[in-house]
């Protein structure tokens, strides 16, 4: 760290602990000024946390250092951040479509004239700046009538104008057609020639290439290092980002690969934007792995499969049988069921019981004539449940908002394994939950395998995917890209996933 020329921005011991988790453990970051600084790592390795710490989003744990010109600084907030001449991107723009412009980018430190808000003063102030920037519109645009692509002028306008040293850019390239990505590329080096250092976070192997002067990695919340540009090469990166110790998961044997016949058939599935024309089978007892990169389309794809949401194109088959799925009801009824990866806000209902979180999808078969239910039944089910999938509760009454992650997912389910399903659709599977009930719910995928339901894993989790899938797909950019395991003849590993995940694989090809 101390050999690094002129580090305009320096983050020694940086650690976060939120309530049982440690995202991040004594993380180190130096960035010189007039550089590109990639920031790389797998889902969760910290990149976020870290860069919500530097924005003053977050407060580091005791002993973190921050220095800026050398000087030791404390960043109180975002506020504070702005002051030290921090701005960040995120990939979620952060404007005001109703807005112009010049309001956008004067947002809380507005220009008045006897009391009032000068917008003609704050349109003049701007002009140059949208100038420099090589802008098609101006000051007075609202921000709602322009492209992706144009926003993210206005967002580095708004750095520039509070005068940022140090530009933070997150995953700027997902919504950009090539040639947008292309003019931000030209602009992302003018800005380094002007002196600004820019934290550059993707995933793609060939922007890195592309633009950095340096790439630093995190693993699993730690620093495992810093290449210079001469350093750079796919095979060090991939080993850097996936290296770690695996004795802790659930491991499967991949060598016997013995298929039953087809249950899902999916075919040509797409919505024109965020998935093209994707294709795909399951068979009975098999576990498919959906592994990608955040903005992959994995859960784009399940979605439309299940009927969430609709699609342009395609055909699903389930047991040889053309079926048309156009909602969630649609697929449930043909055997096929989806457990959603925000089991919070889109699966569990928080203040009902853990029973009845079981039995809803299943309580019309308690049904008497007259529309009662039969109340003892449904309580059997539920004790079955909770019995079968190891749910640690001590009164099946209790609210099911009150249970730890493990456990919710487990309840969750266990409402969709009460349909009897053919195929089971797992979004991120085990986020939020810990060590132990993830080895729980690798068993019962195991169990369910082994009974002939045809199940697909979708994770962020490479050791997961690893761990789990008798086969793996390869997602990027809203399309399939490899098969591995099964007949395909490439190894199901986690540096051939990142390989074939970030576009390595092809930059490795196309250099040999």
């Not at 130096?30 to 919500?52: P, Q, V, Y």
């Not at 389309?297 to 499969?305: F, I, K, S, W, Y």
Request: glycine share 10%.
């Amino acid at each position: 760290m101390s050999n690094d020329p002129c580090p305009i921005l320096e983050m020694r011991h940086i650690s976060k602990t939120f309530p049982g988790v440690k995202a991040l453990k004594d993380v180190q970051l130096s960035i010189r000024a007039g550089e590109i600084h990639s920031l790389m790592g797998e889902n969760g390795a910290g990149k976020s946390t870290l860069m919500k710490i530097l924005s003053g989003a977050y407060v580091p744990d005791a002993g973190a250092e921050i220095r800026v010109d050398g000087k030791a600084v404390t960043i109180e907030g975002p506020l504070s951040a702005k002051a030290l001449g921090i701005a960040v991107i995120y990939q979620e723009l952060s404007l005001c479509p109703n807005l112009s412009v010049a309001e956008n980018i004067y947002l809380g430190r507005e220009l008045r004239r006897h009391g009032l808000v000068d917008r003609k003063a704050m349109q003049a102030a701007c002009a140059g700046i949208l100038r420099r920037l090589g802008a098609s519109f101006g000051p007075a645009t609202e921000v709602a009538s322009l492209s992706i692509a144009e926003r993210q002028l206005v967002e580095i306008a708004r750095a520039l104008h509070a005068e940022a040293r140090i530009l933070v850019m997150d995953e700027p390239t997902t919504p950009l057609s090539s040639r947008e990505t292309d003019r931000l590329f030209a602009l992302i080096r003018q800005l380094r020639a002007d002196g600004l250092a820019i934290i550059y976070i993707s995933h793609r192997m060939s922007e890195i290439y592309d633009l950095s002067d340096r790439v630093s990695v995190l693993r699993d919340g730690t620093y495992v290092g810093t290449l210079e540009r001469a350093a750079l090469s796919a095979e060090s990166l991939v080993q850097m980002m996936v290296g770690r110790d695996l004795s802790g998961f659930y491991t499967k044997e991949h060598a016997a690969y013995d298929p039953g016949r087809v249950v899902l058939a999916a075919r040509h599935i797409g919505d024109g934007k965020r998935v093209r024309d994707c294709s795909f089978d399951v068979h009975a007892g098999e576990v498919l792995g959906i592994a990608g990169l955040v903005g992959a389309g994995r859960t784009e794809l399940a979605r439309m499969v299940f009927g969430a949401d609709p699609r342009s194109s395609g055909e699903i088959h389930i047991d040889g049988l053309p079926v048309d799925v156009r909602t969630p009801l649609d697929a449930i009824r043909a055997g096929l069921v989806y457990l959603t990866e925000d089991r919070k806000a889109q699966g569990l209902f928080l203040d009902m019981s853990v029973r009845d979180n079981i039995n809803v999808c299943a309580c019309s078969l308690d049904a008497h004539p007259g529309g009662l239910l039969d109340r003892a039944r449904g309580k059997a089910r539920a004790a079955a449940a909770i019995a079968s999938l190891g749910i640690r509760v001590g009164d099946a009454r209790r609210n099911v908002g009150a249970l730890s992650g493990g456990n919710q997912q487990k309840v969750l389910l266990s409402r969709l394994l009460e349909i009897k399903p053919r195929v089971l659709i797992l979004d991120e599977p085990t986020r939020g939950v810990d060590i132990g009930a993830k080895s729980e719910i690798y068993r019962i995928i195991n169990e369910l395998a082994r009974s002939g339901v045809a199940i697909v894993v979708i994770s962020s989790e490479l050791p997961e995917i690893v761990g789990t899938a008798d086969r793996v797909l390869v997602m990027r950019e809203g399309e399939l890209v490899a098969e591995l395991g099964g007949h395909s003849g490439e190894p199901i590993e986690q540096a051939t996933i990142i390989e074939y995940a970030t576009g390595a694989r092809q930059t490795l090809l196309a250099a040999a």
